[in-house]
């Protein structure tokens, strides 16, 4: 396994619920991801954080929350979500400098939460 | 647009046989490319990095190679294994920022015995 958990792992929801989705990891990591993995489609980036604080939001739906409380958990609240939203849901971590530079961050990937929304 | 393509989209071999999988991008400043393989119902795991200055880099069965100035990679998998079908995507990495990673769509490989 690679050290970052994920649950649920499958999950079905109306329109009308409100649910989320947990991430966490065990490498003590600096900054956490949230990816959406559509059936044929690349990876998408929807949040980062790093060193708790969000740094990334890639245009994402405000129906898509995240929250960080600190740097080994991630969440992920959903409401009101629609059809094509039902996706594969992958969070990541990574060790990350605070000088930056080059992006040569190797990310650990959870399994992913498989979410349909009816 | 910085974009990665990956060809074939899936790939159908037996159990033993070699194969090899493409990478073309466009993405500039370039950093890095990553190859990753992805079971299904799993996340991704990293099988290689590779910055502009390496050309080749080998992970067990795996090779994967480099060409810069055209901007392609290959991955090449040696011997192939019912454990190795999956999906195989291919990630490049922009210079500009710590997480600016462009990924692929992938190449679903199926190895039958």
């Known amino acids: 396994e690679t050290g970052v958990t994920q649950t649920p792992r499958h999950l079905v929801m109306g329109m009308t619920n409100k649910k989320s989705l947990k991430c966490e990891q065990h490498?003590?990591?600096?900054?956490m991801y949230w990816y959406k993995q559509s059936a044929k489609k690349p990876l998408e980036l929807m949040f980062v954080?790093?060193?708790?604080?969000?740094?990334e939001n890639n245009s994402v739906p405000s129906r898509f929350s995240p929250e960080c409380p600190n740097s080994s958990h991630l969440f992920l609240h959903l409401h009101t979500l629609q059809p094509e939203d039902s996706a594969l849901y992958l969070c990541a971590s990574s060790q990350e400098s605070e000088a930056g530079g080059a992006s040569y961050y190797e990310q650990y990937f959870g399994p992913g939460t498989r979410l349909t929304v009816t | 647009k910085n974009q990665v393509e990956q060809s074939p989209q899936s790939l159908i071999i037996l159990e033993g046989k070699n194969c090899t999988l493409q990478?073309?991008?466009?993405?500039?400043?370039?950093?890095?490319l990553r190859w990753y393989k992805q079971d299904t119902g799993r996340g991704p795991v990293s099988l290689t990095i590779m910055t502009f200055s390496e050309n080749t880099k080998s992970n067990g069965r795996y090779t994967a190679t480099l060409d810069a100035d055209t901007k392609q990679s290959s991955l090449h998998i040696t011997a192939s294994q019912l454990s190795d079908s999956a999906s195989y995507i291919c990630v490049v990495s922009l210079d500009t920022g710590r997480r600016a990673l462009t990924f692929g769509s992938g190449t679903r490989l199926q190895v039958q015995p």
């Open positions: 990478c073309n991008y466009t993405v500039s400043p370039f950093s890095n």
């Open positions: 954080y790093n060193f708790k604080e969000q740094t």
């Open positions: 490498l003590g990591h600096n900054a």
